[in-house]
Antibody, heavy 123, light 109 residues
Framework: EVKLVESGGGLVQVGGSLRLSCAASGFTFSDYEMNWVRQAPGKGLEWVSYISKSTRGTSIYYADSVKGRFTISRDNAKNSVYLQMNSLRAEDTAVYYCARDQSGSYYYVFDYWGQGTLVTVSS | SSELTQDPAVSVALGQTVTITCQGDTLTTYSASWYQQRPGQAPILVMYANNIRPSGIPDRFSGSRSGNTASLTITGTQADDESDYYC????????????FGGGTKLTVL
């Protein structure tokens, strides 16, 4: 059974940092690209970041709203993907989901999602 | 960056057919995927590549695309289908960037 379990969320002050983790199981983690998607309270889904399969020659992308502040990484030996969040703003308050990528050349697909971890940025 | 536009809310009578649409220029190049999200739960993939249904998704869900508009149709809508639905695709300029529509809240009457 595919499982994605996020952790690391919590309450942090504006300007602070948090590191989110997503532990994967039930599939060969190194065979899949991964993403982070977030959802502010009462709002829609927002794509945040992507990381390719390999830790060598890694391809990484960020939404403009987090570029320069967030860093995605992965450890295939630990079956985990991470999101280091620095210089946090109130508008970063959201549930953060990790999602497995099953995209094709002409479509973006997240076939499995974790249950999410809540990040609250307080002023 | 690309944008995807969805109607904020749609309603349908129990047992009837409803279509949820997603509009954006990127859809003329890239296909859409669709996600169902119930309150307090993580999203679930219900359609991808415009019209491919993942295993386990009922066949009352179907998808299509015409021009810059992708559609998700539910035939014989059930009470359990009441959810938020989001479309998603690739950014038209930097294809590895993802973009979601604003979501459609489906109410089953």
């Amino acid at each position: 059974e595919v499982k994605l379990v996020e952790s690391g969320g919590g309450l942090v002050q504006v300007g602070g940092s948090l590191r989110l983790s997503c532990a994967a199981s039930g599939f060969t983690f190194s065979d899949y690209e991964m993403n982070w998607v977030r959802q502010a309270p009462g709002k829609g889904l927002e794509w945040v970041s992507y990381i390719s399969k390999s830790t060598r020659g890694t391809s990484i992308y960020y939404a403009d709203s987090v570029k320069g502040r967030f860093t995605i990484s992965r450890d295939n030996a630990k079956n985990s993907v991470y999101l280091q969040m620095n210089s946090l703003r109130a508008e970063d308050t959201a549930v953060y989901y990790c999602a497995r990528d099953q995209s094709g050349s002409y479509y973006y697909v997240f076939d499995y999602w974790g249950q999410g971890t809540l990040v609250t940025v307080s002023s | 960056s690309s944008e995807l536009t969805q109607d904020p809310a749609v309603s349908v009578a129990l047992g009837q057919t409803v279509t949820i649409t997603c509009q954006g220029d990127t859809l003329t190049t890239y296909s859409a995927s669709w996600y169902q999200q119930r309150p307090g739960q993580a999203p679930i993939l219900v359609m991808y590549a415009n019209n491919i249904r993942p295993s386990g998704i009922p066949d009352r869900f179907s998808g299509s695309r015409s021009g810059n508009t992708a559609s998700l149709t539910i035939t014989g809508t059930q009470a359990d289908d009441e959810s938020d639905y989001y479309c998603c695709s690739r950014d038209s300029t930097v294809s590895r960037l993802g973009v979601f529509g604003g979501g459609t809240k489906l109410t089953v009457l």
